[in-house]
């Protein structure tokens, strides 16, 4: 299926996106917003939005203002969060009346979290490596505003993420009850990497088959 | 007899040095985002030029409004360049 590439209306401007559809017209959706550091295009976040389209799940990725406008410091929550509530609007609009689910890498994962504790219409998150604190802050995590939260949640963690330690990350499950599914990636880092010399896009595209049986169970 | 390795007692040690922070300059203020400057004691990764801002070095801490998480430590001049490539540098007021 062809990728349609399109201009999303935010706050702060237009921005990219990009829909992978599934070939089912009728299947469910994904948004999922880029991580801190690299736009929508990255490899890791193309290898995802491919791979899922390929298992039944439609995939919209989109840059948030900043990362559209070439800035390196991340939005304001406000603008971010309008930016994910646009993007979940132009994926609904190609889903007809679908479930579209929300998502992301990192960065792009904790603000789709934070659109939704603000009414943001999606059917349940997949978190591409949350990022539950900052490396070696494990005792500041940023996890309060998940706990309001009443729809399916999916972890997908590398064990050694330094955004993630392990016991931190199980006391949040274990608080999220039925809402959290957990998938651990033994010895896997943050971006989902065992070496350096990883391809990205195959390491996005090895989330895929977990995220699209989550949204299948959901939907 | 040997002296006993005497220690001063707690309340007579000096306390550490407050860390020095104060406001940005103001052509550092942009719509969005809250500027401190400080001189930080640990080493960070400045996201405008990729290099490390050094322990003790004065440098601005950016944080986007409402997240503090993704609270960045930059150097001065490549905040300044950040803001200049987004044409939100503001020009010094013509002086009479």
């Known amino acids: 299926m062809p990728e349609e590439r399109f201009r999303i209306e935010t706050a702060k401007g237009d921005v990219s996106g990009a829909w992978t559809p599934a070939p089912d017209p009728a299947a469910p959706a994904i948004v999922v917003g880029h991580g801190a550091g690299a736009g929508m295009d990255h490899p890791f976040m193309v290898g995802f939005c491919r791979a899922v389209a390929g298992q039944g799940v439609s995939a919209l990725r989109f840059n948030f203002p900043y990362m559209e406008a070439g800035r390196r410091s991340p939005d304001s929550a406000a603008n971010a969060i309008g930016a994910f509530r646009a993007a979940v609007d132009a994926a609904a609009v190609r889903t007809g009346d679908r479930p579209v689910f929300g998502g992301g890498k990192s960065y792009g994962g904790r603000m789709a979290s934070m659109a939704a504790a603000e009414g943001a219409p999606v059917a349940g998150l997949v978190f591409l490596g949350y990022p539950l604190h900052a490396p070696g802050k494990p005792d500041q995590l940023r996890a309060e505003h998940l706990f309001g939260l009443e729809i399916p949640m999916l972890f997908l963690q590398g064990t050694k993420d330094p955004f993630a330690d392990p016991g931190r990350l199980q006391g949040v499950l274990a608080k999220l009850g039925a809402w959290a599914t957990y998938v651990p990636f033994e010895g896997a880092g943050h971006s989902f990497e065992r070496s350096r010399k990883d391809d990205q896009r195959e390491n996005g595209a090895a989330l895929a088959p977990h995220a699209s049986a989550f949204v299948r169970d959901h939907t | ?96």
């Open chain 2, 1 to 96: 007899m040997p002296r006993k390795n005497r220690r001063a007692p707690l309340e007579y040690l000096p306390s550490p040095a407050p860390r020095p922070r104060s406001a940005a300059p103001a052509w550092a203020e942009v719509a969005g985002y809250e500027v401190r400057q400080v001189a930080g004691d640990k080493p960070y990764r400045c996201p405008g030029c990729d290099h490390m801002v050094r322990p003790g070095l004065w440098h601005l801490v950016v944080v986007p409004d409402g997240d503090p998480d993704e609270r960045r430590h930059w150097h001065v001049d490549c905040w300044k360049k950040e803001l200049r490539r987004q044409g939100l540098l503001r020009r010094s007021e013509p002086e009479f």
